[in-house]
C-alpha cells in the first residue's frame, strides 16, 4: 500500500532560477529551515545527506536518499530507505520535487510517496510532521527565490 502528501507553491522567477536554487545542495541549510547540514551532487545513482532535526530536540537525523531522476529545469526525484535489521521493503520514502510553468511564474510541487511493511503505522505520525515541515520549506524556497535582488554591473 502506499500513501502520497503532496503540496505546491507559486513562484515568481524562471523554471531556470528554481532549478539553481533546488540543486545547490550545499546552501540548503542557508534557507531550508530544516535541514542543518546538506551534502552531495544531484546525479542519477548518487547519495545526497542531509541532517534534519529529530522530533526530539535531543537528537536528529540523517537521511541519505538516493537520486533516481533529474531532468534538468523540470523534476528532481530521490528516494530513501528505512531498511532496518537488513530487512528491505519496510520503509521507503520517495521525493520529488517538480516544476512546472504556471502564470508568469512556476508552480513547484513536493511530492512524498511512502511505501512499506511500516507505512501504515507510520504514515500518519510521517504526515503530521512532514505537512508542516514542506509547506516552510516551499515558503523558505519562495522567500529565497524572489527576495534576491539581480546585480546589475554599473555602467
Given at each position: ?8 507553491v507559486d513562484i ?69 530507505r528505512w531498511d ?31 511505501r512499506g511493511l ?38
Open positions: 500500500m502506499a500513501y502520497e502528501l503532496r503540496t505546491f515568481d522567477a524562471t523554471p531556470e532560477r528554481v532549478w539553481q536554487v533546488l540543486i545547490d545542495v550545499a546552501a540548503y541549510p542557508q534557507w531550508n529551515p530544516f535541514v542543518t547540514s546538506a551534502e552531495g551532487t544531484y546525479a542519477v545513482g548518487s547519495r545526497l545527506s542531509f541532517i534534519v532535526p529529530s522530533p526530539s530536540a535531543l537528537s536528529r537525523v540523517t537521511v541519505r536518499p538516493t537520486v533516481l531522476e533529474v531532468t534538468p529545469y523540470r523534476r528532481l526525484r530521490s528516494r530513501g532496518r535489521f537488513g530487512i528491505p521493503g519496510l520503509f521507503d520514502a520517495e521525493h520529488i520535487l517538480t516544476i512546472t510553468p504556471h502564470g508568469a511564474g512556476v508552480r513547484l510541487w513536493q511530492e512524498e510517496r511512502i511500516l507505512a501504515p503505522l507510520l504514515t500518519r505520525s510521517v504526515n503530521r510532521l512532514r505537512l508542516p515541515a514542506f509547506n516552510a520549506m516551499n515558503a523558505a524556497l519562495k522567500d529565497r527565490i524572489e527576495g534576491r535582488q539581480p546585480t546589475h554591473p554599473d555602467l
